[in-house]
């Protein structure tokens, strides 16, 4: 029975390894232990999505496999010399440390360790943002700012995928031809975090993070976009379709200068249509137009507004196929991708020719690069990906560089809104417009173990008051 159980062990950590990277790629620590921690119930309705794989691989198989080997180590200890049996002893233990090793290896652990002894250098690149001059112009634009799950420049490849599944999106802006991933920014609200804080996302315990006696709690010693355009007199509006509590979007919006968060939630408790709503949240189809009914009352209200939005229908592990891309023809995932395109295209041409767009600013970018999905092996095998992002403004802004990461989102964006940023620096981001000359250097990572010993960084969880 002790055999069997670590034979068991051993596959099991092999399949789970496995089953990692093949599900969400590369995910760091930080990253696994945030969404067992924070999900909430959100979790357990999006873990149904990856349930069958995870019992498959990571304990049907396993389990078979473990029979077996029992099995057969059994049938040869009973037909070898006694000195054999003794080297039978090994294999158990060799299946069990080539297992942990795979474990160990998927969540980068070893480099983890090294970052995490290594130097503050958190500390030595952070700007705080409430010490940097923000000057204001006579009238700020307002913002529409649009994060799609998972999308990259890279499906706008013909030679990848055949065509471009990008074509509706193209010639209606312009955008950084090199949007580089980051640490600590690779998954949705750690995407969210880096582009309007300016810094990288690194979870704390379940106290941080859970509201104490009405106070801020998730990075409440931060300055982000939200905040700085809140003091300015702006509106901070959030919509998606899946459940706000999902990896503590909510929390972080509302404790960052956002008014009003709308998630699945809020629709089911507004009425929406069954037929609007998948297993995660409402398809991106309706979400849009929900979006421009929100964005026409905004313009209406002649007051600043930043109108955020965040899609789901390119989601791994399959997407999620809405009535309305079934009726463009959409039948895989090359066809979502291809179909929430579209949509984006004609929320954006439906806003202008309302025009609701006046004096508006509008950026679309994936919140990170794809995760495993069926068109992940064409992605691989590009020569090069990036992060897709477009923008959209009246006036005319020269781009400084055409490299970026998420990070120089957030004094760019203030930047594109007409702020002006002196220095050009905010949190770790370097703008990337209206600043030229400046540059971040050509070695700037800041590895996410390292956080955890950083002093400016443990002050981003702590209240400024405290």
């Known amino acids: 029975m002790v055999r069997f159980l670590v034979y068991f062990l051993a596959f099991g950590l092999l399949g789970f390894s496995g089953w990692i990277g093949r599900t969400f790629g590369d995910p760091s620590i930080d990253q696994i232990v945030y969404h067992l921690r924070y999900a909430e119930g959100a979790a357990i309705e999006m873990g149904q999505i990856f349930l069958l794989t ?76 409430r010490t940097v001059r923000i000057d204001r112009p006579a009238a700020g634009r307002n913002l529409v700012l649009i994060y799609v799950e998972s999308l990259e420049s890279t499906y706008g490849d013909s030679a990848v995928f055949g065509r471009d599944l990008l074509a509706p999106l193209r010639g209606t802006g312009w955008s950084f031809s090199r949007y580089r991933p ?17 810094v990288p996302l690194r979870i704390y315990s379940e106290y941080d993070i859970r509201h104490k006696e009405g ?26 379709g899946a459940p706000l509590s999902f990896s503590g979007k909510g929390t972080f919006l509302r404790d960052h200068g956002y008014a009003e968060t709308w998630g699945r939630d809020e629709w089911e408790r507004e009425g929406v249509k069954r037929g609007d709503l998948n297993e995660w949240g409402l398809y991106d189809g309706p979400l849009f137009e929900r979006a421009l009914a929100r964005l026409a009352a905004l313009h209406r209200s002649k007051a600043p507004f930043n ?8 989601h791994n592990p399959n997407g999620f196929l809405g009535p309305d891309c079934r009726g463009r023809g959409a ?8 179909c929430d395109a579209a949509q984006i295209a004609e929320f954006i041409a439906t ?14 970018v994936g919140d990170h690069l794809a995760v495993p999905n069926p068109l992940y092996a064409q992605l691989q095998s590009a020569p090069e990906r990036g992060i897709f992002n477009l923008v959209l403004t009246d006036e005319p802004a020269k781009k400084d560089r055409d490299e970026i990461e998420p990070f120089d989102l957030y004094p760019t964006l203030l930047e594109l809104l007409g702020f002006r ?29 390292g956080l955890a010993g950083s002093a400016a960084y443990s002050a981003l969880w702590r209240s400024p008051a405290d």
């Open 54 to 129: 995870f019992l498959a691989e990571v304990v049907v198989f396993p389990l078979l496999f473990a029979l077996a080997a029992a099995a057969l180590h059994t049938a040869l200890e009973r037909w070898r010399p006694h000195w054999a049996r003794h080297v039978l002893r090994a294999p158990p233990v060799a299946a069990w440390a080539t297992g942990l090793g795979a474990l160990l290896l998927q969540f980068s652990v070893f480099s983890y360790a090294a970052a995490y002894f290594g130097p503050d250098l958190f500390s030595l690149a952070y700007r705080d943002p």
């Open 331 to 338: 039948k895989d995932f090359s066809g979502i991708v291809s």
């Open 421 to 449: 940023v002196d220095g050009g620096r905010l949190g770790l981001g370097y703008a990337a417009v209206h600043h030229p000359g400046l540059a971040p250097p050509a070695d700037r990572a800041v590895p996410v173990a």
């Open 307 to 314: 109108l955020t939005l965040l899609t789901i229908d390119t």
């Open 351 to 364: 806003a202008r020719q309302q025009g609701l767009l006046e004096n508006t600013v509008v950026v679309v």
């Open 215 to 240: 106070a801020k709690a998730f990075l409440p010693g931060a300055a982000c976009l939200g905040d700085l355009l809140q003091e300015r007199g702006y509106r901070n509006v959030f919509l998606e």
């Open 182 to 198: 980051a640490p600590g920014a690779t998954w949705t609200i750690a995407g969210m975090v880096a582009t309007q804080c300016g």
